[in-house]
């Protein structure tokens, strides 16, 4: 079947699912949590043939990692389905509500999206996490994912249809597409059928959707974080939140890729901080200024570490989503060399200013426009969980709608509901 | 100068607008109000230019009468600046708080949505009253008007560049781009220099505009409304709104295009509103049911109204938005229909039900996915204004970040402000 007829299936399930109960949309989600456990053989065999192919396809390490879903995993991916259900409901939010003059009675009520859009790469668990999200918040999801992973996300998508056919809803609700890519071009071709299209994945993925998608978008995820230590930083807490910046989780767009020291800490603190981050594994692009100190405070290192560890920069470095163990390393002469480099080289994600002196972390904070600002804490807690949204659909980039972690809240919208007795104008 | 210049240096003028107060801002909205005043003369020839030249290049009068601004209309464009000036300020929002686990201290705080680009047709207003709603929410303005209105944009620009430069604000806050195409181009390409893109004109402009647009696009104003008469109605009540929908403004995107009757009450109802639609000067579209009753019962108008007054409607009818005195007019049989028949051809405007059941006006209101639905009110209440909003920057006819009337509000985003004490992860 063609996307976008699958596209006006999933509209008019959806307008079905819109008048369930909260309840109702929760006994769903335990219905197809416990059709994924009693499909769990399935999933995982469908998931080890998608592996298999992968690796006689020479597919990369880190792909094939990600593709992989075995029962550790999708036990991890159920019991995030019964998480989603224990959320409070998005859409039980009271409405604001005032009278004109004229006595028309206008309410601002809370309503799901529509259908939603998700297209994904390799992560086959993303195909459950992303819509049962979904079906939280009352909309009806479309899953195009990766042709890597086709086999397992069909079997996601059988236990899901079983779990929604089981509480008497139309299965329509969570439709997995072709792996194709004119399914993705037909997803993205199909506004007013759409209402929104989210992309997650790689900076191409992303970049591709939102130059080609007619339908509405929210950008997520592209990171070019970084890590500023003023000089009025303690360089102990500074030297642990660059290190878990940069070392914690370097895949994952919140990891910070360029460090900004102040000249007047830079010797002492890159002198603490660069043998640290090299003895983590990570290899650093300099400026010219920074390269001297860790030339000369880390020799030892160094020489471990091999001669590629510390490198000079390059203009491309000061741009880069390495999503690796890679920093770039820049001194700067104060606080508003770092707020112009940033303004010029972030991609409006996490930035972060470690320093004791309030005011300038106040202008930090003030000044840098993006989606989340940080005070002596790493740029990794931009996360819903982390922020206590309980789950998240990704980290908007953009400023429509959503900014950062998105959670249930950002999966819905609002409509106007006018009360009247005969009013003209 | 090329348009990617203009909006970098729109973005370095929107940052230092960000960190003005309230009053600074009011005060630069009075500036501009009197630096019109005191260029009423200019301006006001300038447009009298563009007419003339609209005129003999043969423009079409309706175009030609949005083109004007005369003392009159420019005296109103001022009264308007200052009305903005005296809204709440849509930044005062007391910021969400909370406290995590670990000590993290995160707020949500409104924040500016940046750099607006606003592409419009021939209306020289929406320069000003545009600008002055982005620049009262701190946003930095982007303005490509139409070709015929060049002139009285570039006079317009310039009035209110002198306001700015009078309270000492750059002057590159709002921008009067070219009027030339590859100026739209560029415009619609500067993804990362603009934020938002929101285009104000006919079905074509917009379409235009989301298709080929990098840059977010807040898609605004088409409008095909229905006034939907339930067997339940006070038909003289219907007949009003019918008439107040349709004719008090039938070039506005919250005009009724189309009436659904139901077939209980389509011989009384259509009797009276039929003849009193047709002495209105609306022409109309019927079904065949319909029109066997506005035939039969307004033959004596029929006669007077001419030939062309009642016709078989056609399959293209239902999805017409005319923006002129013409109706579309179709019997149902009963609210599942005119439920079928919005869903398939509503554009997610404004909807109205006409009922004294309270059960019907109900499921109407939850069922239809429409920016604003009514019962027992016209649709051209669709309006900031008419909503209470003070003012607004166009209707939004998606889902994302804003739905109908967009105010001041809808002219900010947010972002998370993160305070810790050295928190990692």
Redesign the interface.
């Known amino acids: 079947m063609d996307v976008r007829s699958m596209a006006r299936q999933a509209r008019a399930a959806q307008?079905q699912l819109?008048?369930t109960s909260p309840e109702e949309r929760n006994a769903a989600l335990e219905a197809i949590a416990r059709a994924l456990e009693a499909r769990a053989g399935q999933i995982v065999a469908a998931n080890r043939a998608d592996l298999a192919a992968a690796e006689e396809a020479g597919l990369p390490g880190p792909m094939i990692a990600r593709l992989r879903l075995d029962e550790g995993k999708l036990a991890g991916v159920i019991r995030g389905v019964r998480a989603v259900a224990e959320l409070p409901d998005p859409l039980a939010v009271e409405p604001q509500a005032?009278i004109?003059p004229n006595g028309?009675r206008?309410q601002r009520v809370r309503?799901p999206?529509?259908v939603v859009g998700i297209i994904y790469e390799s992560r086959p668990g993303v195909t459950v996490d992303a819509a049962v999200l979904c079906l939280k918040a009352g909309n009806a999801v479309l899953l195009k994912g990766g042709k890597e992973a086709a086999r397992s996300n069909a079997a996601l998508g059988e236990a899901m249809a079983a779990g929604l056919q089981e509480v008497g809803l139309p299965v329509e609700l969570a439709q997995v597409l072709p792996s194709t890519r004119e399914a993705a071009q037909e997803l993205m071709a199909a506004?007013s059928l759409v209402?929104?299209l989210i992309p997650r994945g790689g900076a191409g993925l992303i970049r591709a959707t939102?130059?080609q998608s007619?339908v509405?978008?929210?950008?997520t995820g592209t990171g070019v974080c970084h890590v500023y230590v003023h000089r009025a930083a303690?360089l102990a807490?500074a030297r642990?939140?660059v290190?878990?910046?940069k070392c914690?989780n370097p895949a994952v767009c919140n990891a910070a890729e360029t460090l900004l020291v102040d000249r007047e800490v830079a010797a002492p603190f890159l002198a603490e901080a660069g043998p640290a981050l090299l003895a983590a594994g990570v290899r650093l692009r300099a400026c010219p200024e920074a390269l001297a100190i860790l030339q000369e405070t880390a020799r030892p290192d160094l020489a471990g570490a091999g001669p590629a560890a510390v490198e000079p920069a390059t203009e491309e470095d000061w741009a880069a989503e390495y999503l690796d163990l890679c920093l770039a390393v820049k001194v700067v002469s104060g606080l508003d060399e770092a707020l112009a480099h940033i303004?010029r080289y972030g991609t409006g994600h996490s930035e972060a200013i470690v320093t004791g002196d309030a005011g300038a972390a106040d202008r930090f904070?003030?000044?840098v426009?993006?989606?989340?600002?940080?005070?002596?804490?790493?740029t990794?807690?931009?996360d819903g969980g982390?922020?206590?949204f309980g789950a998240e659909i990704g980290i908007s980039t953009?400023?429509?709608?959503a900014?950062?972690p998105m959670g249930l809240a950002e999966l819905t919208?609002?409509?106007?509901?006018?009360?009247?007795?005969?009013?003209?104008?």
């Open positions: 307008r819109e008048l005032w004109r028309l206008i309503v999206l529509g506004r209402d929104v939102v130059e007619q509405p978008v929210i950008e303690d807490m642990e939140i290190l878990n910046a914690s303004a904070l003030r000044s426009d993006a989606a989340a600002v940080y005070h002596n804490a790493s990794r807690f931009t982390e922020f206590g953009q400023k429509l709608h900014r950062g919208t609002y409509k106007y509901v006018v009360l009247g007795n005969g009013q003209v104008r």
